[in-house]
T-cell receptor, first 113, second 113 residues
Framework: QEKVQQSPESLIVPEGAMVSLNCSFS?????SIWWYQQHPGKGPKALI?????GNKKEGRLTVYLNRASLHVSLHIKDSQPSDSAVYLC?????????????FGQGTSLSVVP | EAAVTQSPRNKVAVTGGKVTLSCNQT?????MYWYRQDTGHGLRLIHY???????EKGDIPDGYKASRPSQENFSLILELATPSQTSVYFC????????????FGAGTRLSVL
């Protein structure tokens, strides 16, 4: 069973700061890694995904994947109060013909004005 | 934007009672999922479906049944509800393939007293 661990559990930063969130996983054959954002009382919403070793940038978001160390990180540039949410790391299972995702426990981010 | 609607949004049930949670998606996705979310555990997969008429066990299926009568609808059934099933339940839909995003509903908060 794939295991996904996130750190830190929670984070408080001032508006405009760079935010770094970490995620480690146990199966090097995992197909893809996703980051989801969840605001209070809402369902998770997909933010960004990565499939190949290296990095991927979309707007203020950059994700880095290192399969050798089984580690992925999400960086949010110029953080805004609207970025305050729980961020979930999710790993898709390599053998699945469909998108079965295993989620980490989440990192709670608060961006203070 | 993909639309997934869950009902009810909140439910209070008695121990031993039957509970049915409903989910409807309007995006013609083949795959649908039921997750539960608890503090410290993240999102855990209960049941999923490849299409109408199919249901498969996820990682924590004990005490739950699922029904997929049509492409659009996927229900989660608790035949004999227990207090340990108090949680927030999320339905999601998506298509097959590693690059496809899951779209989540807003969740159902269930309390079993």
């Amino acid at each position: 069973q794939e295991k996904v661990q996130q750190s830190p559990e929670s984070l408080i930063v001032p508006e405009g700061a760079m935010v770094s969130l970490n995620c480690s996983f146990s199966d090097s054959a995992s197909q893809s890694i996703w980051w989801y954002q969840q605001h209070p009382g809402k369902g998770p919403k997909a933010l960004i995904s990565i499939f190949s070793n290296g990095n991927k940038k979309e707007g203020r978001l950059t994700v880095y994947l290192n399969r050798a160390s089984l580690h992925v990180s999400l960086h949010i540039k110029d953080s805004q109060p609207s970025d305050s949410a729980v961020y979930l790391c999710a790993v898709s299972m390599a053998s699945s013909s469909f998108s079965k995702l295993v989620f980490g426990q989440g990192t709670s981010l608060s961006v203070v004005p | 934007e993909a639309a997934v609607t869950q009902s009810p949004r909140n439910k209070v049930a008695v121990t031993g009672g039957k509970v049915t949670l409903s989910c409807n998606q309007t995006n013609n996705h083949n795959n649908m999922y039921w997750y539960r979310q608890d503090t410290g555990h993240g999102l855990r997969l209960i049941h999923y479906s490849y299409g109408a008429g199919s249901t498969e066990k996820g990682d924590i299926p004990d005490g739950y049944k699922a029904s997929r009568p049509s492409q659009e609808n996927f229900s989660l059934i608790l035949e004999l509800a227990t207090p340990s099933q108090t949680s927030v339940y999320f339905c999601a839909s998506g298509d097959a393939g590693r690059k496809n995003t899951l779209y989540f509903g807003a969740g159902t908060r269930l309390s079993v007293l």
